[in-house]
Structures are given as structure tokens and as C-alpha cells.
């Protein structure tokens, strides 16, 4: 399992990340670690990778199944609190993007995740994918 925070500023922008390993740009996230709560991985995950510190509660905006690579991802809605944009390991640059940047930016299966989490839809959005695009 894997989660990833949308962080959203002022503008209405998300924050993304290009990760270091394959180019990519997409929302801030990772697999949780043994004995790790939910929330408690979405704030190291976003910290490690941006250097900003989320509020808790996030607002989960999505569940995302990767047919191809078997992951479920958890995606939330999150708010800055604290912290400076720095990339970490994972992480070659930052961006904040427009929803249409995000479409440009991201893989469609990332691209959507984003825009879910910018709509703020309620329920949650639940979709599958191939790990690029939508199934």
C-alpha cells in the first residue's frame, strides 16, 4: 500500500514532484513502512520528498489500484503548514502546477490522482489503472 498527499496552495495550484529514478512528475508519496499508521506515512512521505510538513487530518480524495504493479494507493488533499520547497533523495525538482500544467506534467493513472484531489470530490474517487493509463 502506498499513499500520496496533493498539496494545494493559495492559487488552487499542486504541488509535484519529479522523482529522481525515472523522470516522472507526480503528487509527493511512497509505500508505508512496517508499523507505520496511514497518517503518519503521508506526513514522512511528503516531508522527505518536499520539505513541507502537512496538517493532519488530510482529506482522503481517492483510492487508485495499479492492475499492472498490484499497489493500492491512498491519495489525500493536504494543507502546508510549515517548511521550506527542498528536493529530497527521491526527488530531482518541485513544482507548483494548474490543472492544466498537471495534465501536460503527469501520466494520466498521476494526472488524475491530482486532479481528484483538487476537485475535492466527495466520496472519494475509486479507479483503476495500468500504472499510465486509465482501465
Not at 32 to 50: M, N
Request: net charge negative.
Amino acid at each position: 500500500m502506498s499513499v500520496a498527499g496533493v498539496v494545494i496552495d493559495d492559487r488552487g495550484r499542486a504541488l509535484l514532484v519529479q522523482r529522481r529514478d525515472n523522470g516522472h512528475w507526480e503528487p509527493p508519496g511512497g509505500v508505508l513502512e512496517s508499523g507505520e499508521t496511514i497518517p503518519d506515512a503521508l506526513q514522512r512521505e511528503v516531508l522527505e520528498e518536499t520539505g513541507v510538513k502537512i496538517a493532519l487530518p488530510a482529506v482522503l480524495t481517492g483510492v487508485y489500484k495499479n492492475m499492472t504493479g498490484l499497489i493500492v494507493s491512498l491519495v489525500f488533499r493536504c494543507e502546508a503548514i510549515d517548511g521550506d520547497l527542498t528536493t529530497g533523495d527521491e526527488t530531482r525538482a518541485l513544482r507548483w502546477a494548474t490543472r492544466d500544467e498537471v495534465t501536460d506534467l503527469a501520466d494520466e493513472a498521476y494526472a488524475i490522482r491530482v486532479l481528484d484531489a483538487m476537485d475535492a470530490a466527495s466520496p472519494p474517487a475509486v479507479r483503476a489503472h495500468d500504472g499510465v493509463k486509465l482501465i
